[in-house]
């Protein structure tokens, strides 16, 4: 994402309801999680794994010192030969309990065996957050849920100043002038503002819009090692 994209989103944001409503279900989050790492479980679909949201979520971890931020992530498949920490299958959805938190991203329907494990867990005494396009079944089991409408909310970017050199200016493509705001973008936002009230470390500072800024030329990149 180029430099004219980063500064359109900071400016078009501020007039959306998606920095509030973001950085409420990050209070969410952020107060359902405790100091120590390995308590916030972060789980997909089985067509779906949240990996740039683990990523993200593991450097505001590192960022603003709240480790309890730094996910487990749930898989329903588990390739042979996988590291430790991405060979955590569902049955751990099954040892949730009081002081967990179980994350659910889920921009497809979530299938009735994560219902029932996620249903499971919250009898259990964790806490349920769900990031999905509405479905009802596993609203009813959040404490806190985000919906990210499946109509893509689009933005639309300037065109950048041509180099002196660069020749005529070829024509418009509206495809590629538009970025959409689905759920990549969202869980961009949830990471960036989980670790924003913390307090952050030394090597380290700048405003909400600074951050997200620095987040949305992430957006293209791709996992930290780690995942």
């Known amino acids: 994402m180029d430099a004219v994209r980063v500064a359109l989103l900071r400016e078009v944001l501020a007039g959306t309801e998606w920095l509030q409503t973001t950085r409420s279900f990050a209070g969410s989050l952020r107060a359902s999680v405790h100091r120590r790492p390995g308590g916030l479980l972060l789980v997909g679909t089985r067509g779906y794994e949240p990996w740039h949201l683990a990523a993200h979520l593991d450097d505001e971890a590192a960022w603003s010192g709240l480790t309890g931020l730094s996910p487990t992530l749930v898989r329903f498949r588990i390739p042979a030969g996988a590291p430790a920490h991405l060979a955590v299958g569902l049955r751990r959805l099954e040892a949730a309990r ?27 005494g964790a806490t349920v957050l769900a ?33 002196p050199d660069a020749g005529p200016r070829p024509e418009a493509d509206p495809q590629k002038e538009t970025a959409p705001m689905g759920m990549d973008l969202l869980q961009h936002l949830v990471a960036a503002a989980a670790g924003e009230n913390s307090l952050p470390a030394a090597r380290r500072h700048g405003s909400f819009r600074d951050r997200l800024a620095r987040l949305a030329d992430q957006l293209t990149s791709p996992p930290p090692a780690r995942w």
């Open 131 to 163: 990031m999905d396009a509405g479905d009802p079944g596993l609203h009813e089991l959040a404490h806190d849920a985000l919906t990210v409408p499946l109509e893509a909310t689009a933005v639309r970017a300037p065109e950048a100043e041509p180099e």
């Open 98 to 124: 009081r002081g967990e938190t179980v994350f659910v991203v889920s921009p497809e329907a979530p299938g009735a065996a994560l219902l029932e494990r996620v249903a499971d867990a919250r009898r259990a």
